[in-house]
């Protein structure tokens, strides 16, 4: 299980694609609202999954030994048997650690983000209203 309050390396970067897919979304003219595009943003491909390389590798090792992930979020889960499938079929060096594997696993594309549309509107929502203050207090001079 990871830490409770821990944050991602990659935070900003998920943020931009996640508002680069909702805005995608929200283009496009048969889309007529907000929910219906979040339950498209969340099934957009990714550039990478939005997991660490030593979570995937704590969570692969345990699946190795035959952890189901029972107790996990089925959306997580979906994320790491992906990931699981993907460490089946990597080529295996006698040099390369398991870390070095997840490393490269990772940070390869993702066919979708594995959030559930209620966690994408959350996101999405706290991505507007920071951009929101960021930019009152640009126009009010409140550096």
């Known amino acids: 299980m990871k830490n409770k309050g821990c944050t991602l390396d990659f935070c900003l970067q998920r943020r ?13 003219k048969e889309i007529t609202s ?46 790491f048997e992906e990931i699981y499938k993907r460490f089946l079929e990597y080529p295996k060096t006698n040099e390369e650690s398991l870390l070095d594997t997840m490393f490269e696993i990772v940070n390869s594309p993702a ?21 929101y203050k960021s930019r009152m207090k640009k126009l009010h001079g409140l550096f």
Not at 45 to 72: H, Q
């Open 16 to 28: 931009k694609a996640l508002m680069e897919a909702y805005h995608e979304e929200m283009s496009k």
């Open 34 to 79: 907000s929910e219906e595009a979040i339950q498209k943003v969340v099934l957009h491909p990714c550039p990478r999954f939005w997991v660490s390389e030593y979570r995937a590798r704590n969570v692969i090792s345990r699946m190795t030994k035959g952890d189901r992930l029972e107790n996990m979020k089925p959306f997580k889960r979906e994320m």
């Open 111 to 131: 066919p979708k983000f594995y959030m559930s549309p209620v966690t994408a509107t959350i996101y999405i929502c706290k991505i507007k209203k920071s951009w």
